[in-house]
Protein backbone atom coordinates (compact mmCIF):
# COMPACT_ATOMS: atom_id res chain seq x y z
CA UNK A 1 0.00 0.00 0.00
CA UNK A 2 3.07 2.18 0.59
CA UNK A 3 4.45 1.72 -3.02
CA UNK A 4 0.67 2.53 -4.48
CA UNK A 5 0.76 5.89 -2.58
CA UNK A 6 4.56 6.65 -3.14
CA UNK A 7 4.13 6.07 -7.09
CA UNK A 8 0.54 8.04 -6.83
CA UNK A 9 2.76 10.73 -5.04
CA UNK A 10 5.00 10.89 -7.63
CA UNK A 11 2.44 10.63 -10.48
CA UNK A 12 0.75 13.99 -8.83
CA UNK A 13 4.51 15.76 -8.15
CA UNK A 14 4.80 15.12 -12.28
CA UNK A 15 1.34 16.30 -13.05
CA UNK A 16 1.83 19.18 -10.89
CA UNK A 17 4.99 20.28 -11.57
CA UNK A 18 4.05 20.22 -15.61
CA UNK A 19 1.03 22.41 -14.61
CA UNK A 20 3.30 24.70 -13.01
CA UNK A 21 5.53 25.22 -16.04
CA UNK A 22 2.54 26.01 -17.75
CA UNK A 23 1.42 28.38 -15.28
CA UNK A 24 4.62 29.71 -15.05
CA UNK A 25 4.71 29.92 -18.72
CA UNK A 26 1.90 31.92 -19.29
CA UNK A 27 2.33 33.72 -16.23
CA UNK A 28 5.68 34.97 -17.94
CA UNK A 29 4.42 35.73 -20.84
CA UNK A 30 1.82 38.04 -19.70
CA UNK A 31 4.00 39.87 -17.31
CA UNK A 32 7.23 40.15 -19.20
CA UNK A 33 8.24 43.01 -21.75
CA UNK A 34 7.81 42.53 -25.04
CA UNK A 35 11.51 41.35 -26.68
CA UNK A 36 13.46 40.22 -29.97
CA UNK A 37 16.25 37.99 -30.64
CA UNK A 38 18.31 37.28 -33.13
CA UNK A 39 19.55 33.55 -34.00
CA UNK A 40 22.97 32.94 -35.43
CA UNK A 41 22.22 30.79 -39.11
CA UNK A 42 25.20 28.24 -39.91
CA UNK A 43 25.66 27.82 -43.47
CA UNK A 44 26.51 24.59 -45.16
CA UNK A 45 26.50 24.01 -48.99
CA UNK A 46 24.18 21.30 -50.34
CA UNK A 47 25.40 18.15 -51.35
CA UNK A 48 23.46 16.14 -54.47
CA UNK A 49 20.46 15.00 -53.19
CA UNK A 50 20.34 17.11 -49.88
CA UNK A 51 17.72 19.39 -50.09
CA UNK A 52 14.91 19.12 -48.30
CA UNK A 53 12.91 20.44 -51.35
CA UNK A 54 12.56 19.15 -54.69
CA UNK A 55 14.91 20.35 -57.18
CA UNK A 56 14.80 21.09 -61.01
CA UNK A 57 16.67 18.85 -63.57
CA UNK A 58 17.96 22.46 -64.91
CA UNK A 59 19.41 22.98 -61.57
CA UNK A 60 22.12 19.97 -61.54
CA UNK A 61 24.98 22.29 -59.81
CA UNK A 62 25.21 25.59 -58.21
CA UNK A 63 27.32 27.15 -56.26
CA UNK A 64 24.92 29.32 -54.93
CA UNK A 65 23.13 26.36 -53.16
CA UNK A 66 23.29 26.47 -49.48
CA UNK A 67 20.92 25.67 -46.24
CA UNK A 68 20.57 27.80 -43.26
CA UNK A 69 19.61 27.16 -40.04
CA UNK A 70 19.85 27.82 -36.46
CA UNK A 71 18.62 26.71 -33.01
CA UNK A 72 15.83 26.39 -31.38
CA UNK A 73 15.03 24.64 -27.89
CA UNK A 74 11.64 22.44 -26.91
CA UNK A 75 10.41 20.64 -23.94
CA UNK A 76 11.10 21.38 -19.75
CA UNK A 77 13.77 21.04 -19.06
CA UNK A 78 14.56 22.33 -22.89
CA UNK A 79 15.94 19.80 -25.38
CA UNK A 80 17.60 21.72 -28.40
CA UNK A 81 17.42 21.10 -31.91
CA UNK A 82 19.16 23.03 -35.37
CA UNK A 83 16.50 23.94 -37.66
CA UNK A 84 16.01 25.39 -40.96
CA UNK A 85 14.28 28.39 -40.60
CA UNK A 86 11.57 28.21 -43.37
CA UNK A 87 9.35 30.65 -44.82
CA UNK A 88 8.13 28.19 -47.73
CA UNK A 89 6.54 25.44 -45.07
CA UNK A 90 4.44 25.74 -42.22
CA UNK A 91 5.03 23.92 -39.57
CA UNK A 92 7.11 22.83 -36.85
CA UNK A 93 8.73 18.97 -37.32
CA UNK A 94 11.17 17.27 -35.11
CA UNK A 95 12.56 13.92 -35.71
CA UNK A 96 11.32 12.21 -31.90
CA UNK A 97 12.41 9.39 -30.19
CA UNK A 98 10.03 6.81 -31.68
CA UNK A 99 11.73 7.22 -34.89
CA UNK A 100 14.09 4.26 -35.71
CA UNK A 101 14.93 4.89 -39.39
CA UNK A 102 18.48 6.33 -39.80
CA UNK A 103 17.85 9.44 -40.83
CA UNK A 104 16.04 10.34 -37.32
CA UNK A 105 18.93 8.13 -35.52
CA UNK A 106 21.57 10.72 -37.07
CA UNK A 107 20.23 13.25 -35.68
CA UNK A 108 19.00 14.83 -32.16
CA UNK A 109 15.37 13.42 -31.71
CA UNK A 110 12.40 15.09 -29.26
CA UNK A 111 11.77 13.06 -25.99
CA UNK A 112 8.24 13.89 -24.74
CA UNK A 113 8.92 11.48 -21.99
CA UNK A 114 11.42 13.88 -20.40
CA UNK A 115 9.48 17.37 -20.50
CA UNK A 116 6.91 17.78 -17.92
CA UNK A 117 5.22 19.97 -20.50
CA UNK A 118 4.69 17.94 -22.78
CA UNK A 119 0.99 16.87 -24.40
CA UNK A 120 0.17 14.28 -26.56
CA UNK A 121 -2.38 16.22 -28.70
CA UNK A 122 -5.12 13.75 -30.84
CA UNK A 123 -5.93 15.34 -33.42
CA UNK A 124 -5.03 18.55 -36.02
CA UNK A 125 -8.52 20.23 -35.90
CA UNK A 126 -8.71 19.73 -32.11
CA UNK A 127 -5.38 20.91 -31.09
CA UNK A 128 -5.94 21.00 -27.29
CA UNK A 129 -6.88 17.73 -26.73
CA UNK A 130 -5.23 15.14 -25.33
CA UNK A 131 -4.72 11.22 -26.91
CA UNK A 132 -7.12 9.47 -25.12
CA UNK A 133 -6.80 5.66 -23.29
CA UNK A 134 -7.41 4.09 -26.45
CA UNK A 135 -4.80 5.62 -27.99
CA UNK A 136 -6.57 7.09 -31.01
CA UNK A 137 -5.07 10.06 -33.07
CA UNK A 138 -4.15 11.25 -36.54
CA UNK A 139 -0.64 10.79 -37.94
CA UNK A 140 0.39 13.00 -40.74
CA UNK A 141 2.59 12.70 -44.20
CA UNK A 142 4.33 15.49 -44.99
CA UNK A 143 6.45 15.27 -48.81
CA UNK A 144 9.68 17.09 -49.42
CA UNK A 145 10.72 16.95 -52.47
CA UNK A 146 12.42 13.43 -53.32
CA UNK A 147 11.13 12.36 -49.33
CA UNK A 148 8.51 12.18 -47.09
CA UNK A 149 8.05 12.32 -43.11
CA UNK A 150 5.17 10.84 -41.05
CA UNK A 151 4.72 11.79 -37.41
CA UNK A 152 2.44 13.02 -34.62
CA UNK A 153 1.07 15.89 -32.82
CA UNK A 154 2.59 17.65 -30.06
CA UNK A 155 2.17 20.58 -27.55
CA UNK A 156 5.06 22.13 -25.94
CA UNK A 157 6.64 25.05 -24.91
CA UNK A 158 9.16 25.82 -27.74
CA UNK A 159 11.80 28.89 -27.50
CA UNK A 160 13.70 30.83 -29.97
CA UNK A 161 16.63 32.01 -27.60
CA UNK A 162 14.64 33.39 -24.68
CA UNK A 163 11.33 34.06 -26.60
CA UNK A 164 8.57 31.09 -25.75
CA UNK A 165 5.41 30.12 -26.38
CA UNK A 166 3.36 27.02 -26.44
CA UNK A 167 2.42 25.69 -30.00
CA UNK A 168 1.91 22.37 -31.47
CA UNK A 169 4.36 20.58 -33.43
CA UNK A 170 5.15 17.39 -35.90
CA UNK A 171 7.28 14.69 -33.93
CA UNK A 172 8.53 12.54 -36.53
CA UNK A 173 7.91 8.74 -36.49
CA UNK A 174 9.37 7.71 -39.59
CA UNK A 175 11.84 9.75 -42.00
CA UNK A 176 13.01 8.60 -45.21
CA UNK A 177 16.48 8.15 -45.61
CA UNK A 178 16.90 10.54 -48.89
CA UNK A 179 17.31 13.73 -48.09
CA UNK A 180 17.10 13.65 -44.13
CA UNK A 181 19.83 11.34 -43.71
CA UNK A 182 22.15 13.64 -45.70
CA UNK A 183 21.15 17.02 -44.04
CA UNK A 184 23.34 18.39 -40.97
CA UNK A 185 19.72 19.91 -39.39
CA UNK A 186 17.67 18.10 -37.23
CA UNK A 187 14.09 19.66 -38.19
CA UNK A 188 12.39 22.31 -39.85
CA UNK A 189 10.58 25.62 -38.46
CA UNK A 190 8.22 26.37 -41.01
CA UNK A 191 7.49 30.17 -41.07
CA UNK A 192 4.92 30.62 -43.32
CA UNK A 193 1.40 31.86 -42.55
CA UNK A 194 -1.18 29.93 -40.66
CA UNK A 195 -2.96 28.79 -44.16
CA UNK A 196 0.14 26.61 -44.62
CA UNK A 197 0.11 25.04 -41.21
CA UNK A 198 -1.96 21.91 -39.89
CA UNK A 199 -3.75 24.81 -37.86
CA UNK A 200 -3.27 27.95 -36.22
CA UNK A 201 -2.24 26.77 -32.87
CA UNK A 202 0.97 24.85 -35.19
CA UNK A 203 2.42 28.22 -36.61
CA UNK A 204 4.94 29.24 -34.48
CA UNK A 205 4.96 32.58 -35.58
CA UNK A 206 1.85 32.76 -35.18
CA UNK A 207 1.69 31.21 -31.68
CA UNK A 208 4.15 34.31 -30.76
CA UNK A 209 2.08 37.12 -32.39
CA UNK A 210 -0.64 35.76 -30.01
CA UNK A 211 1.06 35.56 -26.96
CA UNK A 212 2.19 39.02 -27.08
CA UNK A 213 5.93 38.40 -26.51
CA UNK A 214 7.61 40.36 -29.64
CA UNK A 215 8.98 43.64 -29.50
CA UNK A 216 7.31 43.94 -33.33
CA UNK A 217 5.09 41.27 -34.48
CA UNK A 218 7.75 40.18 -37.53
CA UNK A 219 10.82 38.83 -38.08
CA UNK A 220 13.61 39.43 -40.48
CA UNK A 221 16.45 37.48 -42.46
CA UNK A 222 19.23 38.02 -43.14
CA UNK A 223 21.73 35.91 -44.79
CA UNK A 224 25.43 36.47 -45.76
CA UNK A 225 26.88 36.90 -49.09
CA UNK A 226 30.30 34.66 -48.15
CA UNK A 227 30.29 31.77 -46.58
CA UNK A 228 32.73 33.37 -43.39
CA UNK A 229 30.16 36.36 -43.20
CA UNK A 230 27.43 35.86 -40.35
CA UNK A 231 23.65 35.21 -41.05
CA UNK A 232 20.90 35.75 -38.86
CA UNK A 233 17.19 35.93 -38.48
CA UNK A 234 15.67 38.30 -36.26
CA UNK A 235 11.86 37.47 -34.33
CA UNK A 236 10.77 41.04 -33.43
CA UNK A 237 13.03 43.63 -35.03
CA UNK A 238 14.59 45.01 -37.58
CA UNK A 239 17.84 45.31 -37.63
CA UNK A 240 19.18 48.54 -39.46
CA UNK A 241 22.45 47.78 -39.43
CA UNK A 242 21.64 45.21 -41.84
CA UNK A 243 19.97 47.30 -44.39
CA UNK A 244 21.91 49.56 -47.03
CA UNK A 245 19.02 51.25 -48.11
CA UNK A 246 15.14 52.57 -47.07
CA UNK A 247 12.57 49.23 -46.74
CA UNK A 248 9.56 48.76 -49.33
CA UNK A 249 6.89 47.06 -49.00
CA UNK A 250 4.49 44.83 -50.64
CA UNK A 251 1.32 43.62 -49.57
CA UNK A 252 1.01 39.68 -49.25
CA UNK A 253 -1.40 38.82 -51.97
CA UNK A 254 -2.37 35.13 -51.57
CA UNK A 255 -2.35 34.30 -47.80
CA UNK A 256 -0.53 31.23 -47.00
CA UNK A 257 3.08 31.55 -48.62
CA UNK A 258 4.77 35.09 -48.24
CA UNK A 259 3.44 36.27 -51.40
CA UNK A 260 3.36 39.08 -53.42
CA UNK A 261 2.42 40.53 -56.53
CA UNK A 262 5.19 41.41 -59.19
CA UNK A 263 4.66 43.04 -62.00
CA UNK A 264 7.15 42.20 -64.84
CA UNK A 265 10.51 41.09 -65.18
CA UNK A 266 13.23 43.39 -65.92
CA UNK A 267 16.75 43.28 -67.79
CA UNK A 268 18.72 46.38 -67.67
CA UNK A 269 16.43 47.98 -66.22
CA UNK A 270 13.82 47.41 -69.35
CA UNK A 271 10.52 45.81 -69.25
CA UNK A 272 9.76 42.19 -70.86
CA UNK A 273 6.30 41.81 -70.79
CA UNK A 274 6.67 38.78 -68.76
CA UNK A 275 4.03 38.69 -66.97
CA UNK A 276 1.07 39.97 -68.18
CA UNK A 277 -1.27 41.19 -65.68
CA UNK A 278 1.34 40.30 -63.28
CA UNK A 279 2.84 37.40 -61.58
CA UNK A 280 2.87 35.58 -57.82
CA UNK A 281 6.22 35.53 -56.52
CA UNK A 282 6.88 33.71 -52.73
CA UNK A 283 9.96 34.86 -50.72
CA UNK A 284 11.08 31.56 -49.64
CA UNK A 285 14.16 31.09 -47.42
CA UNK A 286 14.10 27.57 -48.12
CA UNK A 287 14.76 27.22 -51.44
CA UNK A 288 18.47 27.49 -52.68
CA UNK A 289 18.20 28.64 -56.38
CA UNK A 290 15.30 31.07 -57.83
CA UNK A 291 12.56 29.66 -60.05
CA UNK A 292 9.57 29.77 -61.84
CA UNK A 293 7.33 29.04 -64.54
CA UNK A 294 9.12 27.18 -67.08
CA UNK A 295 8.04 29.53 -70.10
CA UNK A 296 9.42 32.24 -68.53
CA UNK A 297 12.79 30.62 -67.26
CA UNK A 298 12.99 29.14 -70.71
CA UNK A 299 12.94 32.45 -72.07
CA UNK A 300 15.10 33.99 -69.67
CA UNK A 301 17.70 31.70 -70.89
CA UNK A 302 17.21 32.19 -74.01
CA UNK A 303 17.58 36.71 -73.51
CA UNK A 304 19.90 36.14 -70.84
CA UNK A 305 22.68 33.86 -72.70
CA UNK A 306 24.83 33.03 -70.21
CA UNK A 307 27.89 31.37 -72.13
CA UNK A 308 28.86 28.21 -70.58
CA UNK A 309 32.59 29.20 -70.55
CA UNK A 310 31.69 32.08 -68.97
CA UNK A 311 32.99 34.30 -71.89
CA UNK A 312 30.42 37.15 -71.56
CA UNK A 313 30.15 36.95 -67.84
CA UNK A 314 31.79 40.67 -67.36
CA UNK A 315 28.92 41.82 -70.18
CA UNK A 316 25.90 40.24 -68.62
CA UNK A 317 23.17 43.29 -67.48
CA UNK A 318 21.41 43.19 -64.35
CA UNK A 319 17.88 40.72 -63.79
CA UNK A 320 15.59 42.84 -62.31
CA UNK A 321 12.19 42.10 -60.79
CA UNK A 322 9.56 45.04 -60.56
CA UNK A 323 7.25 45.47 -57.48
CA UNK A 324 5.11 48.53 -57.97
CA UNK A 325 7.52 51.46 -58.30
CA UNK A 326 10.59 49.25 -57.41
CA UNK A 327 12.94 47.39 -59.59
CA UNK A 328 14.99 44.66 -57.11
CA UNK A 329 18.21 44.12 -59.32
CA UNK A 330 20.69 41.14 -59.36
CA UNK A 331 23.44 41.52 -60.56
CA UNK A 332 25.40 38.55 -62.99
CA UNK A 333 27.77 37.35 -59.45
CA UNK A 334 24.08 36.63 -57.80
CA UNK A 335 22.10 34.69 -60.47
CA UNK A 336 24.99 32.69 -62.64
CA UNK A 337 26.92 30.15 -61.00
CA UNK A 338 30.51 30.34 -61.80
CA UNK A 339 32.89 27.92 -60.81
CA UNK A 340 35.88 25.77 -61.84
CA UNK A 341 33.56 23.80 -64.69
CA UNK A 342 31.37 27.19 -66.23
CA UNK A 343 29.23 29.13 -65.68
CA UNK A 344 25.44 28.28 -65.93
CA UNK A 345 22.20 30.67 -64.90
CA UNK A 346 20.94 29.99 -61.55
CA UNK A 347 17.54 29.80 -62.56
CA UNK A 348 15.68 26.81 -61.88
CA UNK A 349 12.02 25.70 -63.52
CA UNK A 350 9.13 24.91 -61.01
CA UNK A 351 6.00 24.80 -62.54
CA UNK A 352 3.11 25.23 -59.01
CA UNK A 353 -0.15 23.96 -61.23
CA UNK A 354 -3.59 26.42 -60.00
CA UNK A 355 -4.78 27.66 -57.65
CA UNK A 356 -1.12 28.23 -55.65
CA UNK A 357 0.60 28.30 -59.09
CA UNK A 358 2.03 29.65 -61.24
CA UNK A 359 4.40 30.84 -59.03
CA UNK A 360 7.98 32.52 -58.94
CA UNK A 361 9.97 31.69 -55.99
CA UNK A 362 12.76 34.04 -54.26
CA UNK A 363 15.45 32.23 -53.06
CA UNK A 364 18.85 31.90 -51.43
CA UNK A 365 20.34 34.04 -54.41
CA UNK A 366 17.60 37.17 -53.67
CA UNK A 367 17.83 36.92 -50.01
CA UNK A 368 21.63 37.17 -49.97
CA UNK A 369 21.30 40.67 -51.85
CA UNK A 370 18.17 42.02 -49.80
CA UNK A 371 17.48 41.76 -46.62
CA UNK A 372 13.79 40.88 -45.91
CA UNK A 373 11.32 41.73 -43.33
CA UNK A 374 7.96 39.70 -42.76
CA UNK A 375 5.42 41.05 -40.98
CA UNK A 376 2.28 39.73 -39.41
CA UNK A 377 -0.11 43.19 -39.96
CA UNK A 378 1.22 45.90 -41.67
CA UNK A 379 -0.51 49.38 -41.67
CA UNK A 380 -4.02 48.08 -43.70
CA UNK A 381 -3.96 45.04 -41.14
CA UNK A 382 -2.64 42.50 -43.99
CA UNK A 383 0.73 40.61 -43.45
CA UNK A 384 3.64 42.15 -45.87
CA UNK A 385 7.20 41.38 -47.06
CA UNK A 386 9.78 44.15 -46.84
CA UNK A 387 12.86 44.52 -49.18
CA UNK A 388 15.69 46.23 -48.49
CA UNK A 389 19.20 45.70 -50.28
CA UNK A 390 21.49 44.38 -47.72
CA UNK A 391 24.35 45.53 -45.87
CA UNK A 392 27.50 43.14 -46.60
CA UNK A 393 30.55 43.34 -44.85
CA UNK A 394 32.73 43.91 -47.71
CA UNK A 395 31.74 44.07 -51.29
CA UNK A 396 31.92 41.06 -53.92
CA UNK A 397 34.92 41.80 -56.38
CA UNK A 398 33.91 41.23 -59.86
CA UNK A 399 36.17 40.11 -62.56
CA UNK A 400 39.50 42.06 -62.94
CA UNK A 401 39.72 43.43 -59.92
CA UNK A 402 36.57 46.48 -59.72
CA UNK A 403 34.81 46.10 -56.91
CA UNK A 404 31.10 45.90 -57.95
CA UNK A 405 28.40 48.62 -56.96
CA UNK A 406 25.65 47.19 -55.05
CA UNK A 407 22.93 46.93 -57.42
CA UNK A 408 20.07 49.45 -55.94
CA UNK A 409 16.53 49.10 -55.33
CA UNK A 410 15.60 51.70 -58.19
CA UNK A 411 12.71 53.86 -58.12
CA UNK A 412 10.23 54.35 -61.03
CA UNK A 413 10.92 58.21 -60.72
CA UNK A 414 14.51 57.99 -60.09
CA UNK A 415 17.47 58.32 -63.18
CA UNK A 416 17.20 54.37 -63.30
CA UNK A 417 13.88 54.25 -64.26
CA UNK A 418 12.28 51.32 -65.17
CA UNK A 419 11.95 51.67 -69.44
CA UNK A 420 8.96 50.71 -70.85
Not at 268 to 274: E, G, K, L, P, V
Request: glycine letters at 8%.
Amino acid sequence: MGVVKLLAAVVGLVAATGEQFQSELATHQHTRMRSSMSVRLHRAKRRSGMSHRARSRHAARSAHASEYYGRVAIGSPPQTFLVVFDTGSGNLLIPSKQCDDEACQSHQRYDAALSVTARQIAFANAPDTVVGPDGTRDVVTITFGTGEVSGVFVKDNICVGDICTNADFVAATDESDEPFSLVPFDGIMGLALPQMSEGKSFNIFNCMVRDGVLKQNLFSVFFGAEENEESEITFGEIKKDRMASALTYADVDVEGYWQVKMDDIAIANQRQSMCGDSCKVAVDTGTSLLAGPSTIISALITKLNVKSDCSNFNQLPQLGFILGEHILNLEASDYVDKGDDGCALGLMTLDIPPPKGPLFIFGDPFLRKFYTVYDAKGPHGKPRVGFALAKHTKPKAAAGGFLQQPAMIVSAASSGKVQH
